[in-house]
Each structure stands twice: as structure tokens, then as C-alpha cells.
């Protein structure tokens, strides 16, 4: 298994096809091109694929068919290039969700951001810290996290973090908006969590709030879901 998502983009015309692997490989994705349905149906059975891009208009075959063969009752997280406003029709009549489709002309930053929504929602990559890095290098977010240096960087400064802070940070970060309980944060970054108490994650995030309000005083980056945990605020202005 790759240690990146891998994306597989199913588009005719090069041009698109190198914007496309251009700004996804950037991003941090595992690439594959292939032009027709047939090479893109043989790429798919034989190495898979996190998410496919997919152009409707294909030489040999539409790409809603290629869809139907790909998919064969499992759940494939799909995002089709539409040329015209009947194809959107017939996407919307499909019933994946408004993430599913971008229309031509496009820009390829946009559909490297839906790509990192979409894979965020699927259940299938949760929790692969390739996601993370991708959703880290998120240009929305004004976090930067550096797995190997163990370090996490908030609208360009370094943050000077424990051990524990910087787990609990790191794993907010796989997925901004999700609620972790306090158990759940315990589990994932404590590693005897039996030994430890609730009160020690809350702790840890009072710390861990007071650092980040040094660098951006205004900002709740960490939200209190009352009874339920913490999470990750999605948006923040472009300055602390
Ligand atoms: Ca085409």
C-alpha cells in the first residue's frame, strides 16, 4: 500500500491531465493518468485508487459508465469533470453530494481542495497520517505541521510545545472540525492512558490554548463542545 492517498485521474486531453497531476502530486498525492476507460477500468482493479478524478466525456466510454464498472457496490470517492451543464444534471441525479463534480474550465487548486475535502469525509482514509499531511499543508489552515522534526509552526511561528501538546495539537490537526472526545485524545497520543485522567487532557489544552492565543490573541483555534470534547476550528483570517 502507498504511503500517500492515491489519486487516479481519468482525463483524455493532456494539458488538463498535467495541470491536474501537477497540482495534486504537489499537494502531496500519489498520481496516476491513464486516457482511456479501459486503461483507467485495468489501472483501477489492479492498484485501486483513494479517489478518482474523472472526466465525463472519455473517448471510449462515458465516464458515468466507467463509474458503474469502477464502483460495483463498493463506495469510491469520485469527483467528475463536467464540459457541459446536462452532464451536471446527470451528476446531481447521481446522488454523491455537491463535492462530487467541477465544471470545465476549472481551477486546478480548487479541485485539489475539493480533493482534500472529499477525502476527509471518506470513511475509508480517516485516520491515515498521509491525510493529515495534506489537510496540514491546507493553505486555509495557518498551521504547518513537521512530522519528523516533531514540530508544529501557527501563522509562521514555532510553537514551543511538550510532548503532549503537541500530540493533542497534531491529532486536532488530522481533522479540523472533528469532535475527539477526551478519552479518544487520550487514547491516540497518551501512551498509558489508564494512568492518566480526563482533567489531564483539559489541562494540556489549557496550555496548549494560552500558546497559540500568544501568537494569535483573537482566535478560538481550539472549540469546547460542551460534554463532548474538543475540535479543530476549520476557518481563520488570514492574520492573527
Ligand atoms: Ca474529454
Known amino acids: 500500500m502507498s504511503a500517500k492517498p492515491r489519486?487516479?485521474?481519468?482525463?483524455?486531453?493532456?494539458?488538463?491531465?498535467?495541470?491536474?497531476?501537477?497540482v495534486l502530486t504537489s499537494n502531496g498525492f500519489d498520481v496516476a493518468w491513464c486516457q482511456t476507460g479501459t486503461e483507467a477500468l485495468a489501472t483501477f482493479r489492479g492498484q485501486g485508487a483513494d479517489l478518482v478524478v474523472l472526466d465525463v466525456g472519455l473517448p471510449d466510454t462515458s465516464g458515468f459508465d466507467l463509474f458503474r464498472q469502477m464502483k460495483d457496490g463498493r463506495d469510491i470517492p469520485v469527483i467528475f469533470l463536467t464540459a457541459r451543464s446536462d452532464e451536471i444534471d446527470r451528476v446531481v441525479g447521481l446522488e454523491l453530494g455537491?463535492?462530487?463534480?467541477?465544471?470545465?474550465?476549472?481551477?486546478?487548486?480548487?479541485?485539489?481542495?475539493?480533493?482534500?475535502?472529499?477525502?476527509?469525509?471518506?470513511?475509508?482514509?480517516v485516520?491515515?497520517?498521509?491525510?493529515?499531511?495534506?489537510?496540514?499543508?491546507?493553505t486555509a489552515l495557518p498551521f504547518r505541521l513537521d512530522e519528523e522534526r516533531r514540530?508544529?509552526?501557527?501563522y509562521g511561528q514555532l510553537l514551543d510545545l511538550s510532548r503532549y501538546e503537541f500530540g493533542i495539537l497534531r491529532q486536532l490537526l488530522?481533522?479540523?472540525?472533528?469532535?475527539?472526545?477526551?478519552?479518544e485524545l487520550m487514547y491516540q497520543v497518551w501512551?498509558?492512558?489508564?494512568?492518566?485522567?480526563?482533567?489531564?487532557?483539559?489541562t494540556h489544552i489549557k496550555m496548549l490554548r494560552a500558546k497559540l492565543k500568544l501568537i494569535a490573541p483573537a482566535i478560538e483555534a481550539i472549540r469546547t463542545h460542551r460534554g463532548t470534547g474538543y475540535a479543530l476550528a476549520e476557518t481563520y483570517p488570514d492574520a492573527p
Request: aromatic share 6%; glycine share 2%.
Open 7 to 22: 489519486i487516479l485521474i481519468v482525463e483524455d486531453e493532456p494539458a488538463i491531465a498535467d495541470a491536474i497531476r501537477y
Open 98 to 125: 455537491a463535492d462530487d463534480y467541477i465544471a470545465k474550465p476549472f481551477s486546478p487548486r480548487e479541485l485539489a481542495a475539493r480533493v482534500r475535502t472529499i477525502l476527509r469525509r471518506s470513511s475509508r482514509v
Open 127 to 138: 485516520g491515515k497520517a498521509e491525510v493529515a499531511a495534506a489537510a496540514v499543508a491546507d
Open 151 to 154: 514540530q508544529i509552526r501557527y
Open 174 to 183: 488530522l481533522r479540523p472540525g472533528r469532535v475527539y472526545t477526551r478519552e
Open 191 to 202: 501512551e498509558a492512558p489508564e494512568v492518566s485522567s480526563d482533567r489531564t487532557v483539559d
